[in-house]
Protein backbone atom coordinates (compact mmCIF):
# COMPACT_ATOMS: atom_id res chain seq x y z
CA UNK A 1 0.00 0.00 0.00
CA UNK A 2 2.22 3.16 -1.06
CA UNK A 3 -0.78 5.49 0.52
CA UNK A 4 1.09 4.16 3.78
CA UNK A 5 4.76 4.99 2.81
CA UNK A 6 4.88 9.05 3.00
CA UNK A 7 2.64 10.34 4.84
CA UNK A 8 0.95 11.08 7.75
CA UNK A 9 -2.03 10.58 10.05
CA UNK A 10 -3.58 13.18 12.61
CA UNK A 11 -4.87 10.83 15.04
CA UNK A 12 -7.50 11.55 17.63
CA UNK A 13 -6.31 10.19 20.74
CA UNK A 14 -9.05 9.30 23.48
CA UNK A 15 -8.08 9.68 27.07
CA UNK A 16 -7.07 6.52 28.80
CA UNK A 17 -4.74 4.65 26.51
CA UNK A 18 -1.01 5.71 26.12
CA UNK A 19 0.76 7.50 22.81
CA UNK A 20 2.40 3.97 22.34
CA UNK A 21 -0.89 2.04 22.60
CA UNK A 22 -2.33 4.28 20.08
CA UNK A 23 1.12 4.07 17.19
CA UNK A 24 0.51 -0.02 18.11
CA UNK A 25 -2.91 -0.08 17.13
CA UNK A 26 -2.47 1.87 13.82
CA UNK A 27 0.40 -0.72 13.23
CA UNK A 28 -2.46 -2.70 13.30
CA UNK A 29 -5.13 -1.96 11.47
CA UNK A 30 -2.59 -0.51 8.45
CA UNK A 31 -0.53 -3.76 8.36
CA UNK A 32 2.81 -1.74 8.66
CA UNK A 33 5.70 -2.44 10.18
CA UNK A 34 6.37 1.60 11.21
CA UNK A 35 4.66 4.08 12.50
CA UNK A 36 6.06 6.87 15.65
CA UNK A 37 4.09 9.83 17.07
CA UNK A 38 4.37 13.51 17.74
CA UNK A 39 4.49 14.56 21.14
CA UNK A 40 3.98 12.32 23.88
CA UNK A 41 0.24 12.69 25.36
CA UNK A 42 -0.32 11.32 29.12
CA UNK A 43 -2.78 8.29 29.24
CA UNK A 44 -5.33 10.90 30.34
CA UNK A 45 -5.35 13.21 27.95
CA UNK A 46 -6.83 13.46 24.36
CA UNK A 47 -6.52 14.87 21.22
CA UNK A 48 -4.27 16.07 18.28
CA UNK A 49 -1.16 12.86 18.01
CA UNK A 50 0.01 13.03 14.90
CA UNK A 51 1.36 9.63 13.29
CA UNK A 52 3.97 8.72 10.76
CA UNK A 53 3.51 6.14 8.87
CA UNK A 54 6.83 3.92 7.52
CA UNK A 55 9.47 6.32 5.72
CA UNK A 56 7.42 9.34 6.68
CA UNK A 57 8.97 8.12 10.36
CA UNK A 58 12.13 10.18 9.03
CA UNK A 59 10.68 13.32 9.28
CA UNK A 60 9.72 13.42 13.52
CA UNK A 61 12.82 14.84 14.51
CA UNK A 62 11.77 18.02 12.44
CA UNK A 63 8.00 18.32 13.99
CA UNK A 64 9.01 17.36 17.38
CA UNK A 65 9.68 21.40 17.88
CA UNK A 66 5.98 22.40 16.43
CA UNK A 67 4.07 24.98 18.56
CA UNK A 68 1.32 23.33 20.54
CA UNK A 69 -2.81 24.43 21.53
CA UNK A 70 -4.08 23.31 24.33
CA UNK A 71 -7.36 23.52 26.23
CA UNK A 72 -6.80 22.47 29.98
CA UNK A 73 -8.81 22.49 32.95
CA UNK A 74 -7.49 22.67 36.64
CA UNK A 75 -9.15 22.33 40.00
CA UNK A 76 -7.76 25.21 42.62
CA UNK A 77 -7.54 23.94 46.31
CA UNK A 78 -5.47 21.04 46.00
CA UNK A 79 -2.07 19.67 44.59
CA UNK A 80 -1.40 16.03 43.63
CA UNK A 81 2.04 14.04 43.79
CA UNK A 82 1.68 13.61 39.67
CA UNK A 83 0.22 17.17 39.23
CA UNK A 84 -2.58 15.73 37.77
CA UNK A 85 -6.12 13.85 39.12
CA UNK A 86 -4.27 10.69 38.55
CA UNK A 87 -1.99 11.11 41.67
CA UNK A 88 -2.55 11.22 45.46
CA UNK A 89 -3.56 14.69 47.23
CA UNK A 90 -0.51 16.33 49.19
CA UNK A 91 -1.65 19.40 49.39
CA UNK A 92 -4.98 21.24 50.34
CA UNK A 93 -5.73 24.83 50.78
CA UNK A 94 -8.76 27.02 50.98
CA UNK A 95 -9.41 28.97 47.30
CA UNK A 96 -13.00 30.65 48.20
CA UNK A 97 -11.11 33.65 47.73
CA UNK A 98 -9.72 32.87 44.12
CA UNK A 99 -11.85 35.28 41.96
CA UNK A 100 -11.74 35.61 37.98
CA UNK A 101 -9.63 38.69 38.16
CA UNK A 102 -6.87 37.31 40.10
CA UNK A 103 -7.11 34.20 37.77
CA UNK A 104 -6.39 36.16 34.80
CA UNK A 105 -3.74 38.54 36.44
CA UNK A 106 -1.88 35.31 37.59
CA UNK A 107 -1.92 34.00 34.27
CA UNK A 108 -0.45 36.34 32.62
CA UNK A 109 2.66 35.95 34.45
CA UNK A 110 3.14 33.14 32.63
CA UNK A 111 3.42 34.21 29.32
CA UNK A 112 6.76 34.59 27.73
CA UNK A 113 9.96 32.80 27.83
CA UNK A 114 10.89 30.74 31.01
CA UNK A 115 12.30 27.56 32.70
CA UNK A 116 10.25 24.93 33.99
CA UNK A 117 11.00 22.10 36.04
CA UNK A 118 10.07 19.11 34.25
CA UNK A 119 7.63 16.60 37.18
CA UNK A 120 8.82 13.32 38.76
CA UNK A 121 6.34 11.75 36.79
CA UNK A 122 7.16 11.97 33.06
CA UNK A 123 9.37 10.34 31.03
CA UNK A 124 12.41 12.81 31.27
CA UNK A 125 15.44 10.71 31.99
CA UNK A 126 17.69 10.85 35.42
CA UNK A 127 21.05 9.34 34.89
CA UNK A 128 19.37 7.24 32.11
CA UNK A 129 16.28 6.08 34.30
CA UNK A 130 13.24 7.62 33.47
CA UNK A 131 11.57 9.72 36.61
CA UNK A 132 8.38 8.45 36.10
CA UNK A 133 10.27 4.89 37.74
CA UNK A 134 12.08 7.00 40.39
CA UNK A 135 8.90 8.32 41.38
CA UNK A 136 7.14 5.10 41.60
CA UNK A 137 9.97 3.98 43.85
CA UNK A 138 9.34 6.72 46.05
CA UNK A 139 12.36 8.43 45.27
CA UNK A 140 12.61 12.12 44.43
CA UNK A 141 15.83 14.14 42.49
CA UNK A 142 16.45 17.38 41.90
CA UNK A 143 15.58 17.97 37.56
CA UNK A 144 17.34 20.89 35.61
CA UNK A 145 14.77 23.49 35.04
CA UNK A 146 13.80 23.31 30.74
CA UNK A 147 13.46 26.44 28.74
CA UNK A 148 10.35 26.33 27.09
CA UNK A 149 8.23 29.47 26.10
CA UNK A 150 4.11 30.22 26.61
CA UNK A 151 2.94 31.80 23.60
CA UNK A 152 -0.22 32.97 24.95
CA UNK A 153 -3.12 31.80 27.64
CA UNK A 154 -6.61 32.26 27.26
CA UNK A 155 -8.93 32.43 30.28
CA UNK A 156 -12.67 30.87 29.35
CA UNK A 157 -14.40 30.51 32.46
CA UNK A 158 -14.35 29.39 36.19
CA UNK A 159 -16.85 27.48 37.50
CA UNK A 160 -16.86 26.70 41.70
CA UNK A 161 -13.03 25.45 42.02
CA UNK A 162 -12.10 24.65 38.66
CA UNK A 163 -10.54 26.85 35.93
CA UNK A 164 -10.91 26.62 31.90
CA UNK A 165 -7.94 27.81 29.73
CA UNK A 166 -6.49 27.71 26.21
CA UNK A 167 -3.13 27.36 26.32
CA UNK A 168 -0.57 28.12 23.08
CA UNK A 169 3.45 26.97 23.95
CA UNK A 170 6.66 25.50 23.24
CA UNK A 171 7.30 21.77 22.47
CA UNK A 172 8.22 20.05 25.83
CA UNK A 173 5.88 22.06 27.99
CA UNK A 174 3.97 20.23 30.76
CA UNK A 175 0.57 21.33 30.73
CA UNK A 176 -0.03 20.11 34.49
CA UNK A 177 3.37 21.51 35.54
CA UNK A 178 1.68 25.21 34.48
CA UNK A 179 -1.41 24.28 36.04
CA UNK A 180 0.34 23.41 39.48
CA UNK A 181 2.46 26.80 39.06
CA UNK A 182 -0.10 28.81 38.50
CA UNK A 183 -1.63 27.19 41.72
CA UNK A 184 1.36 27.92 43.68
CA UNK A 185 1.42 31.66 42.42
CA UNK A 186 -2.03 31.97 43.17
CA UNK A 187 -1.32 30.68 46.96
CA UNK A 188 -4.03 28.00 46.91
CA UNK A 189 -2.31 25.19 45.25
CA UNK A 190 -3.80 23.43 42.16
CA UNK A 191 -3.80 20.40 39.99
CA UNK A 192 -4.52 19.12 36.31
CA UNK A 193 -7.91 17.66 35.80
CA UNK A 194 -8.18 17.31 31.97
CA UNK A 195 -6.31 17.76 28.86
CA UNK A 196 -7.13 18.34 25.20
CA UNK A 197 -4.37 18.81 22.91
CA UNK A 198 -5.88 21.01 19.83
CA UNK A 199 -3.57 21.86 17.68
CA UNK A 200 -0.10 20.56 16.56
CA UNK A 201 1.62 22.74 14.09
CA UNK A 202 -1.08 22.09 11.20
CA UNK A 203 -2.45 19.47 12.54
CA UNK A 204 -5.77 20.45 14.31
CA UNK A 205 -8.55 19.08 15.98
CA UNK A 206 -11.33 19.23 13.57
CA UNK A 207 -9.39 17.13 11.15
CA UNK A 208 -8.43 14.33 13.34
CA UNK A 209 -9.56 10.47 12.50
CA UNK A 210 -10.29 8.09 15.49
CA UNK A 211 -9.04 4.66 15.35
CA UNK A 212 -12.84 3.67 14.44
CA UNK A 213 -12.99 6.10 11.67
CA UNK A 214 -9.08 4.82 10.52
CA UNK A 215 -9.78 1.48 10.32
CA UNK A 216 -13.39 1.81 8.31
CA UNK A 217 -11.76 4.63 5.75
CA UNK A 218 -8.80 1.91 5.23
CA UNK A 219 -11.69 -1.30 4.65
CA UNK A 220 -13.54 1.16 2.09
CA UNK A 221 -10.28 2.43 0.40
CA UNK A 222 -10.94 6.21 1.13
CA UNK A 223 -7.95 6.60 3.91
CA UNK A 224 -5.76 8.53 0.85
CA UNK A 225 -7.92 11.34 0.67
CA UNK A 226 -7.91 11.51 4.39
CA UNK A 227 -3.88 11.99 5.42
CA UNK A 228 -1.37 13.91 4.74
CA UNK A 229 1.39 14.10 2.69
CA UNK A 230 4.89 15.33 3.43
CA UNK A 231 5.02 18.31 1.09
CA UNK A 232 2.12 19.49 3.25
CA UNK A 233 3.25 18.44 6.49
CA UNK A 234 6.93 19.93 5.89
CA UNK A 235 4.86 23.18 4.15
CA UNK A 236 6.43 24.95 7.32
CA UNK A 237 9.71 24.55 6.26
CA UNK A 238 11.74 27.08 3.86
CA UNK A 239 12.13 25.40 0.55
CA UNK A 240 15.01 25.20 -2.47
CA UNK A 241 14.89 24.42 -5.70
CA UNK A 242 17.24 22.57 -7.17
CA UNK A 243 18.11 22.02 -10.89
CA UNK A 244 16.25 18.85 -12.36
CA UNK A 245 19.91 17.44 -13.92
CA UNK A 246 20.74 17.09 -10.14
CA UNK A 247 17.95 15.42 -8.58
CA UNK A 248 19.19 11.68 -8.89
CA UNK A 249 22.30 12.64 -6.81
CA UNK A 250 20.21 14.41 -4.04
CA UNK A 251 18.16 11.38 -3.94
CA UNK A 252 21.63 9.22 -2.98
CA UNK A 253 21.98 11.78 0.09
CA UNK A 254 24.73 14.27 -2.05
CA UNK A 255 25.26 16.95 -0.21
CA UNK A 256 24.60 20.47 -2.19
CA UNK A 257 26.83 22.25 -4.12
CA UNK A 258 26.20 25.94 -5.39
CA UNK A 259 25.82 25.19 -8.63
CA UNK A 260 23.23 22.32 -7.63
CA UNK A 261 20.79 25.82 -7.03
CA UNK A 262 18.08 27.10 -8.74
CA UNK A 263 16.91 29.31 -6.18
CA UNK A 264 16.81 29.72 -2.20
CA UNK A 265 15.76 32.19 0.68
CA UNK A 266 17.10 34.97 1.46
CA UNK A 267 18.73 34.26 4.92
CA UNK A 268 19.79 30.94 5.91
CA UNK A 269 22.43 30.19 9.08
CA UNK A 270 23.72 26.56 10.11
CA UNK A 271 20.99 25.33 12.81
CA UNK A 272 17.82 25.75 10.38
CA UNK A 273 16.62 23.35 8.24
CA UNK A 274 15.31 23.53 4.45
CA UNK A 275 13.07 21.71 2.47
CA UNK A 276 14.39 20.81 -1.15
CA UNK A 277 11.97 20.39 -4.15
CA UNK A 278 12.58 19.11 -7.54
CA UNK A 279 10.62 20.41 -10.76
CA UNK A 280 7.14 19.14 -9.70
CA UNK A 281 7.45 20.82 -6.06
CA UNK A 282 7.87 16.66 -4.74
CA UNK A 283 9.75 17.24 -1.68
CA UNK A 284 13.70 15.09 -2.33
CA UNK A 285 15.30 15.85 0.73
CA UNK A 286 15.66 17.92 4.20
CA UNK A 287 19.31 19.67 4.28
CA UNK A 288 20.93 21.73 6.80
CA UNK A 289 23.34 24.87 5.65
CA UNK A 290 26.59 24.88 6.46
CA UNK A 291 27.62 28.38 5.84
CA UNK A 292 25.16 31.52 6.52
CA UNK A 293 24.09 33.78 3.30
CA UNK A 294 26.95 36.23 3.48
CA UNK A 295 29.39 33.70 2.82
CA UNK A 296 27.55 33.01 -0.37
CA UNK A 297 29.12 35.16 -2.90
CA UNK A 298 32.72 34.09 -1.85
CA UNK A 299 32.45 30.43 -2.80
CA UNK A 300 33.31 28.18 -6.18
CA UNK A 301 30.30 26.81 -8.10
CA UNK A 302 31.83 23.49 -6.70
CA UNK A 303 31.64 24.40 -3.00
CA UNK A 304 29.11 22.62 -0.70
CA UNK A 305 26.52 25.23 0.87
CA UNK A 306 23.87 22.82 2.18
CA UNK A 307 24.19 19.24 3.44
CA UNK A 308 21.72 16.31 3.86
CA UNK A 309 20.02 15.89 6.99
CA UNK A 310 17.01 13.10 5.81
CA UNK A 311 16.72 12.36 1.89
CA UNK A 312 12.90 11.97 1.79
CA UNK A 313 12.32 10.45 -1.89
Not at 17 to 37: E, Y
Request: proline content about 5%.
Amino acid sequence: MSYTQNNVINLFKPSGPTSFDMVWSVRKILGIKKAGHIGTLDPMADGVLPVCLNRSTRIIQFLLPLQKTYRATLELGSATDTQDATGRKIYIRDASLINETKIKKVIQMFVGEQYQVPPMYSAKKKNGIPLYKLARNGINVDRDPVKITIYSIEFIKKEENRVLFDVCCSAGTYIRTLSHDIGENLGCCAHMVRLTRTKVGLFCLGRTLTLEELKSAHEEGSLPKKLFPLEEVLNFLPAIHVKNEYLEPISHGVALSKFFLETLPERFEPGQYFRVLGGDDKILAIVEPVINQDKLSELAPEDIVFKSKRVLC
